[in-house]
């Protein structure tokens, strides 16, 4: 046995699982050194006595220190730090709920100084400056809009709600970028709008350019209206971006008819048959047809309304459409405002439209306009008869229309050559006959010829209507009444009433009146008897009336006299005024007047005896009037008695 001391380990067994204890101190030692170590591989287990060894573990594990750069776990981190912020962070701000209050929160002065500093920093890029100032707005108005066309709200809106200072800003950026840079940044924002609109982004600053872009240069938008067209294609699946597009291009028909026709023609008409658009769309001809404009309308313009008013699109809008069709009266004033244009072109192209639609008020409205072309311009007859063979079916509705409407039509027409025109297709129907393949319309158009020159050989009566004649008749007689009492006086010795005597006119009137008021007291006591005391009620009803009357007809008569006093006070200063400046001017004004009268009174003597003579025989004698006087009223009292024993048996039996 050796003297040395050696240290005792287990032996290595290759086959044991466990893994081997490699003496490690900072990464891989070297094994010379290892062997050089006296130390190595003594445990402390050895060494310490078994109490102290659980008391070091013991301190290890639960006095362990935290390490600073281990990271804290997040409910450790997040307390920490509202501990910390909580009482450091100031109150937000409560975001705006609608547009009014985002824009009243907007700092006008930043707004300015925006403007102002990208203008000095890139002035050749005016579309800089006004996309600087679209984000600002974007930024300040992040309201989410349910209604992107705004057809709720007033025309308009949302532009109305700027306030002054901010409006001014946009103006001036507008304003001071030229034409050329306005329509790139329409086109540049229109875009722009929809791509934000499809991320979600807020887009309300872009709402607010185009619109006021559109109502102040509507000719610079609709000069890209080929651009407008194709971006609407490529969004019109999205109803929100869609009809933001269509409201954004569409203000350019408020202030110019012509562009917002053509707008309506590119841009919303294809769409009109669309549900999510119908109503949109159908809305805005009816807003282009309801302003006023000082402009006409052209021909094209004028069938392409009529076209879309009459069309038969599915999902337009039922109040919409018919509204469509009152507008459409407005349509013939707008043709026909520009007196100055010429009428020739009209008249084939509305013939070939009036069969293309069956539509009865489409039809009388393309009649009317034709009718008014051949009125204004005599000389397009001679076109219609041009195109007469060509249009047969077309000229029957036409013919029609004419004779339909005759009474209106021949105070407008030129008797003459409408004569001519029917000779001349009364000419070309007899060669359309002689023909083996029948023309549409043919006999409809032979049938209204004749009717209108049947018409036309009626003889013209007189030009007045009888309701003018009467009236001039009874303006005569009570002219020539009132002069006959200047004359004599008096009623009792004028002319007028000893005729009357004579012809025992006064006696029948006397009669009738007599047997009015004896009716009236028949009825009176009826009503009294089935409802007694009504006298009083009316009497009671009727006073404060009564009253309120007289006393205005005492402030009216109180009021003539004031005048008449001051007249006769006046009069003479009058006189004096008028004979110092136009000696003998009164005098001879006096005499004009007395033969004036005196000529009157010759003519009204003729005219009564003219009357007498010539208009008051036969059916108008005297003896028949007083024969037709007296059966009028005694068919009148009849008919009274029926209706008063009518009323009296319905009331007898709603009583019951």
Wanted: aromatic share 10%; net charge positive.
């Amino acid at each position: 046995m050796s003297e040395k001391w050696e240290v005792v380990t287990k032996r290595k067994d290759k086959t044991s699982k466990l893994p081997q204890l490699k003496a490690t101190l900072a990464g891989k030692t070297n094994n010379k050194e290892a062997k050089k170590n006296p130390l190595n591989g003594v445990k402390i287990e050895e060494v310490l006595p078994k109490s102290q060894v659980q008391n070091l573990y013991s301190n290890k594990e639960n006095k362990k220190p935290q390490d600073k750069n281990k990271p804290l776990d997040k409910s450790e981190k997040k307390a920490q730090t509202q501990k910390k912020d909580k009482p450091q962070e100031p109150p937000k701000p409560k975001p705006p709920k609608t547009i009014q209050s985002a824009l009243n929160s907007i700092d006008v002065e930043e707004f300015k100084t925006i403007f102002e500093k990208s203008k000095n920093r890139y002035p050749d890029a005016p579309v800089v400056w006004l996309k600087e100032l679209v984000q600002f707005l974007n930024q300040k108005v992040p309201i989410e809009v349910q209604d992107h066309s705004f057809s709720s709200k007033p025309e308009g809106y949302p532009l109305t709600l700027l306030p002054a200072g901010l409006k001014n800003v946009i103006e001036k950026s507008v304003k001071e970028a030229e034409k050329s840079n306005v329509q790139l940044f329409f086109d540049i924002c229109l875009t722009s709008m929809a791509t934000d609109m499809g991320k979600g982004l807020p887009a309300l600053g872009y709402k607010f350019y185009l619109q006021y872009i559109a109502l102040n240069e509507p000719k610079l938008v609709s000069a890209s209206i080929a651009k407008h067209v194709t971006l609407r294609n490529s969004y019109q699946n999205r109803p929100n971006i869609g009809l933001s597009i269509l409201w954004a291009v569409g203000h350019v028909g408020v202030k110019d008819l012509h562009c917002g026709l053509a707008t309506f023609q590119e841009l919303y008409l294809p769409l009109m048959d669309m549900k999510n658009y119908s109503r949109f769309v159908t809305k805005y001809l009816v807003d282009l047809l309801s302003r006023e404009y000082n402009d006409s309308v052209a021909r094209d313009e004028f069938v392409l309304i009529l076209d879309s008013v009459y069309s038969n699109k599915k999902n337009m809008p039922t109040d919409l459409k018919d509204e469509l069709m009152r507008k459409s009266e407005k349509l013939k004033r707008l043709v026909f405002r520009n007196n100055k244009e010429k009428y020739h072109s009209y008249v084939e192209a509305l013939l070939k439209k009036l069969t293309t639609n069956s539509n009865k008020p489409y039809q009388d409205i393309l009649c009317d306009v034709l009718v008014e072309v051949f009125v204004r311009d005599p000389t397009t007859l001679s076109n219609w008869s041009k195109v007469y063979t060509k249009n047969v079916a077309a000229n029957a509705l036409l013919l029609r229309y004419i004779s339909d409407h005759w009474k209106d039509v021949a105070k407008r027409l030129d008797r003459g050559a409408l004569t001519n025109l029917l000779t001349s297709f009364k000419d070309a129907n007899e060669e359309l006959s002689v023909k083996k393949r029948k023309e549409e319309g043919l006999t409809d158009c032979i049938a209204s010829i004749k009717k209108i020159e049947e018409k036309m050989a009626v003889k013209k009566s007189s030009g007045l209507s009888p309701k003018t004649v009467s009236f001039l008749i009874i303006l005569a007689v009570a002219g020539l009444v009132y002069l006959d009492v200047k004359q004599h006086g008096s009623w009792k010795e004028t002319l007028t009433n000893r005729k009357l005597k004579e012809y025992g006119v006064c006696d029948y009137a006397q009669a009738g009146m007599a047997k009015v008021r004896q009716g009236w007291g028949w009825v009176d006591a009826r009503i009294d008897e089935n409802f007694p005391g009504y006298r009083k009620t009316v009497a009671d009803f009727s006073a404060p009336y009564v009253q309120l009357f007289s006393d205005l007809g005492k402030i009216s008569l109180n009021l003539c006299y004031n005048v008449k006093e001051a007249v006769a006070e006046k009069y003479p200063v009058v006189l004096q005024t008028v004979e110092s400046y136009a000696p003998g001017l009164i005098e001879q004004s006096q005499k004009a007047v007395t033969n004036v009268y005196s000529t009157s009174i010759l003519y009204y003597n003729r005219g009564v005896d003219y009357l007498r003579k010539e208009i008051f025989v036969g059916q108008l004698s005297p003896e028949n009037v007083q024969k037709v006087v007296i059966e009028a009223f005694n068919s009148t009292q009849q008919k009274a008695t029926e209706y008063y024993h009518w009323i009296y048996e319905k009331v007898q039996t709603s009583i019951k």
